[in-house]
């Protein structure tokens, strides 16, 4: 099949390439724009996914950029959780080769619901567990690196609303404060694409054309999307989180 794109579908992809790194920089869920697209333009499910899944790291990447100044002087932590996630990745990664395409699918609306739920409890929940344990601040215990891992395997599979499965996960069980975390799930997010994103090269089951021009959009809509993140309210980024996890849900069920 001719996978080559024209100028106009180019064009297409570069901006839904932009718009995903603005979302994934800010919530998480950008996936929902681009691997449409793919789809729309004539891609297989799973070659859309892997070239989705290339072409968005540098965005991801891009978007931790931007909370550099906030993660600064957390290395250890930060490991802990990359390496989570990186096992997770390779795990969901390895999921999407084998397992049957609607298989993992059927639960990503529940979990993406979980997530929601968990970001809007989120403020109360945090209080009744530092009331509990008023040393729980930036401690990563073992349900943490769980979830976190858990979410590495979703994202490795498939990724959308990764991100607002990392919100939800961090704001509860590590830290109220949704701009660190922001940063800290753009890192971890980008970690698990990058790693899928190896493997699915290495494998030689991606289209180049599409995940370069996504890979271009991505960088500067990770950028603006990072800077712009750390400069919204808590609850203006919670209602934003909560928006965009409601419409993953129903494009997921549609």
Known sequence: MDWTLGLGESLVVLAAGAAAGGINAVVGSGTLVTFPVLLALGYPPVVANVSNTVGLVPGSLSGAYAYRKDLAGHGPLLLRLG????????????????????????IVPVLIGLALVLVVAQPWLARRLAARQPDRAHRVGPLLLLGVFGAGVYGGYFGAAQGVLLLGLLGVLLSTDLVWVNGIKNLLAGLVNGVAALLFIALGMVAWQPALLIA???????????????????????????????????????
């Open 83 to 106: 390496t989570a996630s990186v096992l997770g990745a390779i795990v969901g990664a390895v999921l999407l080769l084998w397992l049957p395409p609607g298989a993992f699918k059927a």
């Open 216 to 254: 271009a959009g991505s960088v500067a809509g990770g950028l603006v999307g990072g800077r712009w993140g750390r400069r919204l309210p808590p609850t203006a980024l919670r209602a934003l989180i909560v928006v965009i996890g409601l419409a993953a849900i129903l494009q997921l069920l549609t």
